[in-house]
């Protein structure tokens, strides 16, 4: 489609390549690689923190007492579970690892971080804002897709990212936390 086409001045396609409308990603792919390590390493630090108490953690036993008081029926195994799911989902969001399962995991986290504290208000230190500023961030870089500057570019399987692959991973997200709130909290 030329931008002129009534009167022929000009034969430049908008957005085509050499255009000055051609879209540049570069800044584009830049936030999203601050997004996913900002997001990515501070849900890996928390997965360490349970599962090693690193960082100040209380690690598997005193996640697990936690896990317990709010009712969970196999805390040792959720406190495993949400350290190894923080951990590995972290970490493969911050490299740009299969981002939509990672954004779907984190989600998946979150989703039962914000039903624990439901009803302590919205701010810090016991609200859900934090909770939630994280899981909107898992959830667009899920939809939006890691940018140029990720691993999920190196694997040999589709490169591009699509909108459904994202909407798949999250509601398998969703589904899990579901489960888990149903079948383990009392």
């Known amino acids: 489609m030329s931008l002129f086409t009534s009167t022929g001045m000009s034969t430049t396609t908008r957005g085509g390549p050499g255009s000055p409308l051609a879209p540049s990603h570069s800044g584009t792919d830049i936030g999203l690689l601050l997004l ?27 996640t697990a007492g936690f896990f317990a008081s709010d ?47 439901w009803g302590n208000g919205f701010f810090n230190p016991s609200g859900i804002e934090y909770d939630l500023v994280l899981l909107v961030a898992a959830v667009s870089l899920a939809l939006a897709g890691p940018g140029r500057f990720a691993v999920d570019h190196l694997l040999p399987v589709p490169r591009a990212h699509r909108l459904s692959h994202g909407v798949a991973a999250l509601a398998l997200g969703a589904v899990s936390a579901a489960i888990v709130l149903v079948a383990l909290h009392n």
Request: hydrophobic share 50%; charged share 10%.
């Open 36 to 62: 996913r390590c900002a997001v990515g390493l501070t849900m890996a630090v928390h997965g360490s923190q349970k599962l090693f108490g690193w960082f100040n953690g209380a690690g598997l036993d005193g």
């Open 71 to 117: 009712g969970y029926s196999a805390p040792k195994t959720m406190a495993t579970i949400a350290g190894l799911t923080e951990t590995f989902c972290g970490l493969g969001l911050a490299i740009g690892l299969l981002t939509p399962l990672a954004g779907a995991g984190i989600l998946g986290i979150m989703l039962n971080s914000i039903a624990m504290k």
